[in-house]
Every structure is written in structure tokens, then in C-alpha cells.
């Protein structure tokens, strides 16, 4: 859990963003609730090496250098990180580190990084798998426990290889702030939520503990409804991918806070058994996840995907809600559920009875079922 400087600033950086992004989360709860990872991306460097072929900080932005930044994010008990990229030059054409990679991982290591997010472009004839291994084994050589995060945008099936080799791996190419659009740049695009969502079928069995499938930053708080904001959130969390800020803190308002540091939302995203969740269907316009979590518990996310308001009446004996991965199944025939309703935070009684609720367009009814003591 963390934030990145991608979505909202791109290349537009400095020291004093991070400062302030480093307070705001302590102030705004976002540390209580679990977010630790301040990363910086693109465009943090300086565009040439120096005389050595060391990495540098672009003086400008960061007049006190990486290591004064990353103990003003350590002091406030947090963690800091950067990006750097395979190839030759990073997407935003900075320095790359191809054929430095051992270089770069002692600076970042001396720098006291927590945290490498490692990106895919002007890799030409590069192996992504290799390629990766490399920083890998030069961030170990390094010394310092450094999260490595993959960005290669799932081009070459990182969830196949990379469980050994990284702590996460980007799916998909780069999200956007809208509910399920394309945005074409002209030879590559960027993508929606419910696009990300939907791109890669049948790759949760690569994740858990350790090694995630990465949805991307998130984009809550950058404009889209307060509804499809709630359900973007809730269903990062059902897929437990990493849950990466994508917003400027300085000016969210207080429902995007309130959405972000939902504990027992975030709970489910954060469940000891990490397992990630699956579609149980999609018809009526509404999409059903389920996610199954530790102690026969489990969390499920109704949405509605239509422009209208939806009347929802789910009956829990109408079909079988099953992780056939993992061998597990809602209990329904022999066991009742009590369910707790995890964004107005109120009980809805239990599975003997269907489930009612009215949802706003774009809107999610996000629940948590707990086995119920037989008498
Ligand atoms: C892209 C990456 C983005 C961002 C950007 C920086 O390749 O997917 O998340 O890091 O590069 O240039």
C-alpha cells in the first residue's frame, strides 16, 4: 500500500511534493490505515549520469538529494521509493539503467530505498525475464530489502516467471481515469477500470503473499464519480492487487479520503490468506466478485454496471459461489452467513434471506460474509 506520483504529475516533481505528501499522510490517516510506500516515478533523475556513471538526482527538483528525502519519509515511519526502467532510457527518455544495474542498485541502496519500481521502455532486444533477474540479483547484492515492482506491462506474461523475481507485476498497460474506456495515444493505449479489469482472464492463481498481479495505481479521487470511485477501490481490493495512490493528497476531498481509508474494506484487500478474488457472474448489468478470506469468511462486490439505478435481489440458493482454484465454497445449503454491508458499515441480517439493496448507477454494494455459529 502506498502512493506514486505518476498519475496525477507525471514528470512534474520535486522534493517538496513528497514532503507534503509524507505529512498528509500521516494527518489524513492514510499511514494508520495501512499506506506506508512513497514512490517516486518518472523524472526524477537528473537527464544525464555523472562523470562516474552514477544515477543522480535532478538538482532542481531535488536540491537536497534522494538520501535527505528519504529520511524525511523515514522519520515520519514511512517508506520511500523510485523508479528506474530496463532499458537503455526510461518512457519520459531519462537515464535508464541497462548495463548499470548493479551501479544503480548501490545508489538506491545507499539512498536507503525501500521500494524499485522498474519500468519496460527502449529495451530493444532485452529478455524480459533476464532483464529483470539482472536488477533483481543486483538489488540482493545491494544489501538492503528493496520491493522490486515489475512494469512491463504484462507483455510478456511476468505472472508465468516473475513469482521468484519480483514482489508485484504490472497486467496491463497504463490505467486512466475513466470507467471502462480506451484511450488511444496513437500506438499504445491507455485503459479504464472495468478494461484493466477484464484483460487478463484466469492469472489469479499467480498471486499471493509476496507476489501480486499489479492493476496499477489507482485513480480514485482524479475525477470520476464518487460512485465508480467506491467501486474502483472495492474491486482493487476483492483482486488483491497493491493499493498504490494515484491522487494528489493535497487537494482530495473528504469522500475520497473516507473511500481510501475504509478499514474494513481495506481489510479485505489485505487478508492473511492473500488470495485473489474471482467473477462469480455478470449478467442483469450487474457484476458479482467474491474474494474468499481467512477464518471461512469471505467478501463480495455487487456493481452495477448500468447508467440507471438497479434494483438488486440476489438469492444466495440461486447458483454456487466456488473457488475451484482453492478448493472453496460459500456453504450456503448448510450453513448461514451473517453480512455486514462494509461501506455503510451496517448489518443486512443473513443468507437465509436474498439480498435487497438499491445501487446508483456505477455504484457497488461491497459485503462481508461470516460463518455463523451452528446452535
Ligand atoms: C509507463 C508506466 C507508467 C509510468 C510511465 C513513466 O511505462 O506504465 O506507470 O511509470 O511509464 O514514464
Not at 440458493?317 to 453480512?339: A, M, P, S, W
Amino acid at each position: 500500500m502506498g502512493w506514486n506520483s505518476w498519475n496525477t504529475f507525471a514528470t512534474d516533481i520535486d522534493e517538496k511534493l513528497v514532503m507534503d505528501t509524507a505529512d498528509l499522510f500521516v494527518t489524513l490517516g492514510l499511514k494508520d490505515a495501512g499506506y506506508e510506500y512513497i514512490v517516486l516515478d518518472d523524472g526524477w533523475m537528473a537527464k544525464e549520469r555523472d562523470e562516474n556513471g552514477n544515477m543522480v538526482a535532478d538538482p532542481q527538483k531535488f536540491p537536497n538529494g534522494m538520501k535527505a528525502l528519504a529520511d524525511y519519509v523515514h522519520d515520519k515511519g514511512l517508506k520511500f521509493g523510485l523508479y528506474s526502467c530496463a532499458g537503455s532510457k526510461t518512457c519520459a527518455g531519462y537515464p535508464g539503467s541497462r548495463g548499470h544495474e548493479y551501479q544503480d542498485a548501490r545508489s538506491f541502496a545507499s539512498w536507503e530505498v525501500d521500494f524499485l519500481k522498474y519500468d519496460w521502455c527502449n529495451t530493444e532486444n532485452l529478455n524480459a525475464q533476464g532483464a529483470y533477474e539482472t536488477m533483481r540479483d543486483a538489488l540482493a547484492k545491494a544489501g538492503r530489502p528493496i520491493l522490486f515492482s515489475i512494469c512491463e506491462w504484462g507483455n510478456n506474461q511476468p505472472w508465468e516467471w516473475a513469482e521468484n523475481v519480483g514482489h508485484m507485476w504490472r497486467v496491463s498497460g497504463d490505467i486512466t481515469n475513466c470507467w471502462d474506456c480506451e484511450v488511444d495515444h496513437g500506438g499504445w493505449s491507455s485503459w479504464g477500470v472495468w478494461k484493466i479489469i477484464n484483460m487478463r482472464e484466469n492469472i489469479r492463481y499467480a498471486a499471493g503473499p509476496d507476489h501480486w498481479n499489479d492493476l496499477d495505481m489507482m485513480e480514485v479521487g482524479n475525477g470520476m464519480a464518487v460512485a465508480e470511485d467506491r467501486s474502483h477501490f472495492a474491486m482493487w481490493c476483492i483482486m488483491a492487487s497493491p493499493l498504490i495512490l494515484g491522487n494528489d493528497l493535497r487537494i482530495a476531498n473528504t469522500k475520497t479520503i473516507e473511500t481510501l481509508t475504509n478499514s474494513e474494506v481495506i481489510a479485505v484487500s489485505q487478508d492473511p490468506l492473500g488470495i485473489q478474488g474471482f467473477r462469480v457472474s455478470n449478467k442483469d448489468s450487474v457484476e458479482i466478485w467474491a474474494k474468499p478470506l481467512f477464518n471461512d469468511a469471505w467478501a463480495m462486490t455487487f456493481v452495477n454496471m448500468s447508467d440507471k439505478v438497479l434494483e438488486l435481489h440476489y438469492d444466495w440458493h440461486d447458483g454456487v459461489v466456488e473457488d475451484k482454484l482453492n478448493d472453496l465454497k460459500l456453504e450456503i445449503g448448510t450453513h448461514r452467513y451473517t453480512i455486514k454491508d462494509l461501506f455503510q458499515h451496517k448489518k443486512l441480517g443473513d443468507t437465509s434471506r436474498k439480498l435487497e439493496a438499491t445501487l446508483d448507477q456505477h455504484d457497488v454494494l461491497m459485503v462481508l460474509l461470516e460463518k455463523k455459529e451452528e446452535p
